[in-house]
Structure formats: structure tokens, C-alpha cells
């Protein structure tokens, strides 16, 4: 992972910190993660929080806590990052 990750044009504050937490796009297989993904993306891009946001990733690194207090997709992070955790690849969440 890039120690230089920064939230510049275009990068937004969603996709850095869910790559500092490990979490693959790619490793998606079960629709309803995707969706969830998207969402949270899309949250983001309309976001008002964006300065408190990246305030809190350069102070608190890649801990979901750190944006926890505020941030509308830290629950959407932290599952996601949670299922990539426990299942290999290409496994899906049953129903």
C-alpha cells in the first residue's frame, strides 16, 4: 500500500480509506456488497464532512474510528472491511 496515499482530485476520501483498510472493489462477488460499496461511495461524494474527514486520516491513519464519530459510511467500512477479513475471494455472505 502506498505510504503516500493522499485524497486528491478525482480520489475521493471513501476509496482512500477503504483501501487503507484492505478492502478490494475486486474482491466483490455478492451484488449486494457492491451495492453497498457504491453507496457508500456516492455518500461520500456529497459529503459536507470532506476537511474533518481527511483531518482524521492523516491524524488517526486507517482505523475506521477515526471517522466513526461523523462519517456516514464508517458502518458500510467496517462491515466490508470485516467480510474481506473472514472470507476467501469469490465467497459470498449466504443469506
Do not use: W
Not at 482512500?16 to 449486494?32: C, F, K, N, S
Not at 483531518?55 to 458502518?75: D, K, Q, T
Request: charged share 25%; proline share 7%; net charge positive.
Amino acid at each position: 500500500m502506498n505510504a503516500q496515499l493522499a485524497c486528491g482530485p478525482g480520489r475521493s476520501e471513501f476509496l482512500v480509506l477503504a483501501e487503507r483498510l484492505g478492502i478490494d472493489p475486486g474482491a466483490m462477488a455478492d451484488p449486494r456488497t457492491e451495492l453497498s460499496f457504491a453507496m457508500a461511495h456516492r455518500r461520500c461524494a456529497e459529503c459536507k464532512s470532506k476537511e474533518q474527514c481527511r483531518r482524521a486520516m492523516r491524524e488517526g491513519g486507517a482505523l475506521v474510528s477515526a471517522v466513526a464519530s461523523f462519517c456516514p459510511s464508517a458502518e458500510v467500512l467496517f462491515d466490508l472491511a470485516g467480510r474481506q477479513l473472514r472470507l476467501p475471494p469469490g465467497i459470498a455472505i449466504p443469506d
